[in-house]
């Protein structure tokens, strides 16, 4: 986490310290994510000696029209998992009440 992680989350934590549970289970956690089939799509790295070819463990293979992803959104609460849904773009804050409305 970076520094600003940490501010934000002491930040946030000394605002609910007096939260008691009945508080606590009405709120909802979410979050997104990307799901490659195959494997990230960042930025992948190795490092080689100069003059020396590759070893195959440092070559990754490509695959035709990148192997497919799905984007998921979905939330938690006090009584375990919640709602799970696939979207097809990254989350806005219209999507973000789109979803919520449904």
Request: hydrophobic share 30%; glycine share 8%; aromatic share 12%.
């Amino acid at each position: 986490m970076t520094k600003e992680h940490i501010k934000a989350c002491y930040k946030f934590a000394m605002a609910h310290q007096h939260w008691t549970i009945d508080d606590w289970k009405r709120v909802q956690w979410s979050d997104e994510t990307k799901i490659n089939r195959f494997r990230s799509d960042g930025h992948c790295y190795a490092y080689k000696r100069v003059g020396q070819a590759p070893q195959p463990h440092q070559i990754i293979k490509t695959h035709k029209h990148g192997g497919g992803q799905i984007m998921i959104w979905a939330c938690m609460g006090w009584e375990g998992p919640g709602f799970m849904c696939k979207t097809d773009r990254s989350l806005t804050k219209e999507l973000y009440v789109e979803i919520l409305e449904d």
